[in-house]
């Protein structure tokens, strides 16, 4: 049996810093721990602005033998819906240029196991549970919200209306302002957790989107879920993919979410959570600075496991570096970048 | 095939009879008794890296000391020094696994078929990548039978470091000497054929051959090698395969027909490894998705309809999976 990688421990409270208080680069290494990182999410406080992006991290226990989950800003689970779903068959993945494609379908284990088995496992890993779910009607999301609202130690919610790759529910359904604004308003009164609405990208308007979302009631939004893709196998003349299209993710997409993401920041005053190809500290300082709240860590879970730590670690020794006490003095640098300009 | 099943994706749990199950044991959960490790990732280092002939390359990896050592039938993902052309890791099956000055070995048969494979070939000795694993369930060896194990083309690797241990006098079932059934198109491509031949016959194993074009070994393939072998062999045999899917549905077809065991390597094109994205789904037999036990199968090993390559294989038994379905 081999010894797992331990997470380094840390003792609480340690992110709580001496507000506004300089540091040098000399002292960098033991002050990178000091910095303030904490995060509002509507009513959320979190210790800090990384969260692992729903369907890359599992339902949190699965990596937890090499990340330290309770360290984490939060951990979104895959995103669960009222039945189990089996998913779409093989064909699943394609690794395309510095992304891949995936057709996963949205299998999971549904509401019943999620609730008995799968909460509760990450409650005892002290993680913050913040639980994605999904729906084919807003009536599958009352029903969800009404048996998981007041869920002991979910923080939060977030409605994925953006899935790329099912029939039903899907990105193209929800994609529609009236129909996000009514749900989001039949939601809110079910929980005094947060309420996050995970945004697709491929839509004509995010910003309308993201305004109609904060109409609805809704806390905060995540900008964006994964673009339509296609990948083909010229000489067996099909998709790489199982159903042609798949949701694309990874490096790749960094610059389009940043986009994206800055252009719902920009539209609304609720926080906007970045999410798009993300893989290192650097990373989510480019969406920290155009004004997002928090980040996701996704694909990058699936090449180092440890990646959402990593990403952690290296926010601090940017601002650390910088002599950048709280993040809230980095947060929204840029968010006025091109502002003014047609 | 036995059992027909309907079309893609719509094979709806619980629902009708269990039609001809005829000749195959009565199914229970969990046969298996593989040990269960946890895998890490660590970096390491290549120690050799050499041609092994019919365009296979032959790989030796060290991994720190707190790398599990694999067992045989399971894998491991590399992940190349970045920054790399390609972003994902690639499964490898470990073709053999030894404790050196404490650290973990291992040797991997593979092929450059692509970008990442091919960036992979031109690591030198000395450079470094990361392995995570072990991963999967490997071969259950401690299965009673005789051993017969059923190797195409570079599949031939994993199933080596197979008959090594189950001849280790450490082995449950104690110093067993296998069958080896090695298939190809041509002599060509018996990929280490030499190192095949040296090493099975160091552990008491006998090996036959099989060309399509009659090259070496009898003109036929390992069904043909199987179809011999049966009737001579002392007891019920156990089927253990690696190679093509397309040779695993034949060995799979031969043993459901005859009630004999067969565990089958398999693949998919995957991106975890670890069971987190979904994205390696098998589809299961009607028999095992009837059976199928939701509070005692872990989810991370799939759900009533598919299995994840990943983490519930890569091995299967014949009877788990639709093999109409498996591409
Ligand atoms: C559990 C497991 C064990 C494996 N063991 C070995 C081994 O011991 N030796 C070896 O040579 N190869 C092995 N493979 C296959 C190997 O992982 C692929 O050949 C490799 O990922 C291809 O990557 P690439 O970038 O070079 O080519 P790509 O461009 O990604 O693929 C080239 C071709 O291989 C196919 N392919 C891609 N990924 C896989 C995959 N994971 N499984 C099957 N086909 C794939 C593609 O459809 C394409 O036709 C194994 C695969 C799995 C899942
Ligand atoms: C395999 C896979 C499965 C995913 N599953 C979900 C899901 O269930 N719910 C969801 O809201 N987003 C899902 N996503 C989208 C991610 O949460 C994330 O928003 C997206 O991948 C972009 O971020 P990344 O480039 O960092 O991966 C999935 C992504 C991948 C790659
Ligand atoms: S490769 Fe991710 S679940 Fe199997």
Same mark, same amino acid.
């Given at each position: ?29 033991? #002050? ?21 992006? #729903? ?20 951990? %979104?689970?895959?995103?669960?819906? @009222? ?32 609730? $008995? ?14 639980? #994605? ?14 048996? @998981? ?89 099909? $998709? ?12 790749? %997409? ?25 893989? $290192? ?26 990646? $959402? ?34 | ?10 094979? =709806? ?8 199950? =005829? ?171 030499? =190192? ?52 695993? =549905? ?20 995957? /991106? ?34 598919? /299995? ?20």
């Amino acid at each position: 049996m081999s010894r797992a990688i331990r997470p380094r421990s840390r003792a609480p409270g340690m992110t709580r810093a001496p507000r506004f208080r300089a540091v040098g680069p000399s002292r960098e290494r033991e #002050s990178a721990h000091a910095i303030d990182l904490s995060t509002r999410i509507g009513p959320l406080e979190l210790a800090n602005p990384v969260l692992v992006a #729903s369907g890359t991290f599992g339902y949190g226990d699965e990596y937890a033998h090499v990340v330290d989950v309770s360290a984490l800003g939060g951990v %979104i689970t895959k995103t669960v819906t @009222l039945m189990p779903r089996a998913g779409n068959p093989a064909g699943r993945i394609a690794e395309t240029a510095a992304g891949m494609l995936n057709s996963i379908g949205l299998e999971n284990v549904g509401l019943e196991k999620c609730r $008995s088995e799968k909460l509760p496992k990450l409650r005892s890993l002290g993680a913050t549970i913040v639980a #994605s779910v999904g729906g084919e009607t807003p009536d599958d999301l009352v029903r969800l919200l009404e048996a @998981l609202g007041d869920e002991p130690g979910v923080a939060g919610f977030e409605i994925n209306f953006s899935c790329p790759n099912v029939a039903e529910g899907g990105a193209r359904y929800w994609a529609d302002p009236s129909r996000l604004e009514h749900t989001l308003a039949h939601l809110r009164p079910l929980t005094r957790g947060a309420l996050i609405a995970k945004l697709p990208p491929d839509v004509t308007s995010i910003a309308d989107l993201a305004i109609a979302c904060e109409r609805g009631g809704a806390d905060a939004l995540t900008a964006v879920n994964t673009f339509v893709g296609l990948a083909l196998d010229l000489d067996a003349l099909k $998709s790489k993919l199982g159903r042609a299209t798949g949701g694309l993710s990874g490096p790749a %997409i960094k610059p389009l979410a940043l986009a994206r993401c800055h252009e719902a920041v920009r539209a609304v005053g609720i926080p906007v959570i970045g999410s798009g190809g993300i893989e $290192s500290g650097r990373d989510a300082m480019e969406f920290l600075a155009i004004g997002a709240a928090a980040v996701q860590v996704g694909t990058a879970s699936f090449i180092r496991p440890g990646a $959402s730590s990593t990403v952690l670690d290296e926010i601090r020794e940017f601002l650390a570096s910088r002599g950048i006490a709280r993040l809230d003095n980095w947060r929204g640098c840029l968010r006025d970048l091109g502002q003014g300009r047609a | 095939m036995s059992r027909a099943e309907q079309g893609n994706g719509g094979a =709806k749990a619980g629902a009708g009879v269990n039609g001809n199950a =005829k000749s195959v044991a009565p199914l229970r959960v969990s046969t298996r008794t593989v040990p269960r490790t946890r895998w890490i990732q660590a970096p390491a280092i290549v120690r050799r890296h050499e041609d092994e002939g019919a365009a296979h390359r032959w790989l030796e990896l060290e991994a720190p000391g707190s790398f599990a050592t694999p067992l045989p039938g399971q894998f491991i993902q590399i992940l190349l020094a970045s920054p790399s052309a390609v972003l994902l890791p690639r499964p490898m099956s470990v073709a053999s696994a030894r404790r050196r000055g404490g650290r973990c070995v291992m040797g991997f048969l593979y092929a450059p078929v692509g970008p990442g494979t091919r960036l992979l070939a031109a690591c030198e000795p000395g450079s470094s990548v990361e392995v995570l694993g072990p991963l999967g369930r490997g071969f259950p060896l401690d299965q009673p039978g005789i051993p017969v194990l059923i190797a195409c083309w570079r599949g031939v690797a994993p199933l080596i470091f197979a008959a090594r241990s189950l001849a280790h006098p450490s082995a449950r079932r104690r110093g067993r000497r296998a069958e080896f059934l090695f298939g190809a198109r041509d002599r060509a491509h018996l990929v280490g054929l030499e =190192k095949a031949r040296r090493e099975i016959a160091a552990v008491q194993g006998r090996l036959q051959l099989a060309t399509d074009d009659g090259s070496r070994g009898i003109r036929g393939n390992v069904i043909d090698l199987l179809e011999r072998l049966a009737p001579r062999l002392a007891g019920t045999p156990v089927l253990h395969a690696c190679g093509p899917h397309a040779m695993l =549905k034949a060995v799979a077809g031969w043993a459901l027909s005859r009630g004999v065991r067969a565990h089958l390597a398999m693949e998919s094109v995957m /991106a975890c490894g670890t069971g987190v994205c979904r994205g390696c789904p098998l589809p299961r037999s009607r028999a095992k998705s009837e059976a199928f036990d939701s509070a005692s199968t872990p989810s991370l090993w799939g759900n009533r309809e598919y /299995a994840m390559c990943c983490t519930e294989g890569p091995v299967f038994e014949a009877r788990d999976l639709d093999w109409e379905r498996v591409e």
